[in-house]
């Protein structure tokens, strides 16, 4: 299968050109001006982006929390991320009680093979035994996977001597730990007032998970990065106040890295007052915060404080998951919200059209740095050589999202009503088209089983 891509805006994290693009098989062959290779499929992507796929770094398939699973699986996710312009994940695996490294890899891998966008996997370190920590040179060297997530948060939180312990080996073979950062301690505390007060609605949610818990734990995730000389990212920053202590750290020149997500790029905590319950959507941890965080987040991407953007995509039906056991207490709402379809029309359009950070940036924040970030060495340009992960990416397109014309295995959004301009129009994924506009939105166009697991290489600096 070959693909010309024919005067199309070729737009790289240094700027755009007008161009034409080559793919044949699954590999981009060439780009240039006035191609005349022959193609079984030639598009006229003139008034149009060519942007490389959309990686998203941060997603729950599947996973066992609070009593249920997150709904999509990798075959409603990868088509939804499809729709979305999204052409990689990297899911979150969590290792299970005894579990090795590599037993954790092979489990996950088993309940991926419809995926029809290419994966690859974080290691969610939950029982962090000796002969597991020992194990972080074969995952980064061997297995493909060499990133490693600890919770400073929940009943399988890590304490400050096992995140030690992570970062020194990490350190040694090229891994990277990302860290969950909230301060159990303020946020058990917190619990106890509100349930004596009963307070326990929605909105209590935000109340009971203060910012400063996540700037004192990123403060200390930060120090033990200093005291070791390792790295670490902290996924889905969400305050001011975190990304303030990410900044300083990385003026002293400790490599703190950090992602945070659309929710907390375009919502507040406002929404937890939602009538009718409605507020539970937006339960997930760390929770939205005020619209100042929202604009030092904007800040943060733009200055590049902040490297990453990701969707934390872990969705929970409003009816039947969210109302399940937490209607008359917050805590025991599921926490997750869905995403991974909707991430580059609201990045585009909150981010981009309204001045706020620039194309080249968004490229840089949603395929290119993520890439560099997790070792995705095929992935994240429109280059010769690369995976023809490719986004024929149409910027007048308006589209107002509802859940209705979405493909997310849940039955609501965060963003219901939102008017987005700018939307894919046609999604390839490793030279395979995946998704395509059609009338009044996308539509998948592609073959479950297409993606594949992806070996990433270990860390080689930011």
Known sequence: MSVLLKNGTVVTTTGRTTADVYVEGEKIKAIGTQLDQKADEVLNCKG?????GVIDPHTHLAMPFMG???????????????CGGVTCLIDFDLQMKGESMAEAIERQKGIAGKACIDYAFHLAVMDPRPEVIAEVKQACRDYGTPSFKIFMVYDFRVDDGTMIRLLDETKKHGGLVQVHAENFYIIQHMN??????????????AVSRPNIAEEEAVYRAAKMVELTGSRIYIVHLSSREGLGVVKQARDRGVQVYAETCPQYLVLDDSRYKEPKWGGAKYVMSPPLRTPESNAALWDGLRSGALQVVATDHCPFDFRGKKDMFGKDDYKKIPNGAPGIETLLMVVHSEGVVKGRISLERMVDVLSTGTARMFGLKDKGEIAVGKDADIIVFDPKQKFTITQKKLHMNVDYTPYEGMTVTGMPATVYARGRKTAEWQKDRMQFAGTLGHGRFVKREPFQGF
């Open 48 to 52: 149009k982006y060519i942007l490389p």
């Open 68 to 82: 249920t699973y997150s709904q999509d699986d990798f075959e409603t996710g990868t088509v939804a991320a499809a």
């Open 192 to 205: 106890a007032v509100l349930a004596a007060e009963k307070k326990l609605a929605p909105y209590f949610h």
